[in-house]
Structure formats: structure tokens, C-alpha cells
């Protein structure tokens, strides 16, 4: 076994493929992550501005279609559904994947921001708009800077979730490079020699190293809000 392993980390081209797939995923990610933090902050601001604005149910109602469907299906059904029905055209497969995965993620994340936003005192809003500052105002300016204090281990973890579900990328036979995509290339060249145990342990390795340092980024940015809330 160590010695497949020491075979896979020596071979500039079997790892050309873990380091290839590396980029991919992480640039799957960041876009998805992207749209997701996005989608769950208008999806969040709909929902809690239907409980003042009689206007906003029928978006609200929306809105919580979007949320219960996604949030109660399997993000593989989601992700099949969008490569080979929804937008089943040559040349999207790529926007597909970070569209789905960042639609999943934006599910998650508004019901997250919706939470942190309930989580501060009323008070808050009712001395804006007692200083007559408009509802959106009130609320991008001085409720959701306090509500994002709130929500950043959540939406942390959503990330997390987020890197490591790219890795059914591979299910819909996809052409863009991930880890997990990348083992089964990498290993088709060298079965021969080790199988598929050591490429599947370096890519495990690589997943917790990015796990790892984005728990500790989270962990940075959660410091830095106590800090400026010490002040």
C-alpha cells in the first residue's frame, strides 16, 4: 500500500490530474459559492419583507417553493435533472453543474441569512425607521450587518458541504475536471500498477487539506467580528 501511495505522489503525470482536478473544484466552488450567497440573500429578504409588504406574498410563495423543493430533494437528482433535462444543450454541461450546485446552495444559505435577520432584536428596525430610514434601508444597513455576525459558522459549513458534494460531478459523466472525475482518469492509466485505493486516499488527502483551511479562514473571520464587537 505505501508503496502505491509513494508511486501515485512521485509520477508528475498521475498527479498532473489530482492538481488539475485541485483547480477545478475549487473554481466550481467559488463560483457556486458565489451564486449561492446571492440567490439565499434576495430569497431571505423576499420572505421577510412578505411579513411587511402584502405585495410580497406572491414572490414569498415562490420563494418558498424554491426552498422546500431544493432543500427536499437529492442534489444528484437536481444535478441530473439540470445537465440532461433543463438545459440538455452541447457545450452548457459546465454552467449547468455550477448552476445547480449554486441554486442548491442558495436554498440553504437564505433560510441561514433568514434566521441570523429573526435573530435581531426587532428593536433594531423599529429605531431606523423611527429616524424615518426606509425599510431596505434599515435593513441592508443596520440588520443585516448584525445578522451576519450570526450566520457565518452556518453558511461556513454550507461551503464545506458545498466543496465536498462537487464530488458527484462525475455521476453525469462531466468534462470538467474534479477530483473525484480526475481519480477515475488517473487510475484508468494506472491500474496496472496500484488499482484504485492510492489515487482515492491522495484525493481524500487533498479534500481535507481544502477542508481544513477553510475551517480555519472561518474561524479567522468569526475572530475578527467578536473583536469588533469587544470594541
Known sequence: MLEDLRTVLS?????GYFWQGFGHTILI???????????????????????QNKWMKIPA???????????????????????????????????????TFGINSGAYVSENIRAGILSVDKGQMEAGRSLGIPWT????????????????????????????????????????????????AAASQIIPKVGYL?????????????VYAMVLIIKLVEGRLRKSDRR
Open 29 to 51: 466552488s467559488l463560483i457556486a459559492v458565489a451564486i449561492g450567497l446571492v440567490l439565499g440573500f434576495i430569497v431571505a429578504i423576499v420572505k421577510i419583507a412578505a411579513t
Open 61 to 99: 410563495f415562490l420563494c418558498n417553493i424554491y426552498t422546500t423543493v431544493v432543500r427536499g430533494t437529492p442534489v444528484a437528482v437536481q444535478l441530473f435533472l439540470m445537465v440532461f433535462v433543463i438545459m440538455a444543450i452541447p457545450g452548457v454541461k459546465p454552467a449547468a453543474i455550477i448552476l
Open 11 to 15: 509520477s508528475p503525470e498521475y498527479m
Open 137 to 184: 434601508q434599515t435593513m441592508v444597513r443596520i440588520v443585516f450587518p448584525q445578522a451576519i455576525k450570526n450566520v457565518i459558522p452556518a453558511i461556513g459549513n454550507e461551503m464545506i458541504a458545498l466543496l465536498k458534494e462537487t464530488s458527484i460531478i462525475n455521476l453525469v459523466g462531466a468534462t470538467v475536471g474534479q477530483l473525484t472525475f480526475d481519480i477515475n
Open 198 to 210: 492510492a489515487p482515492t486516499i491522495v484525493a481524500a488527502c487533498l479534500y481535507l487539506i481544502i
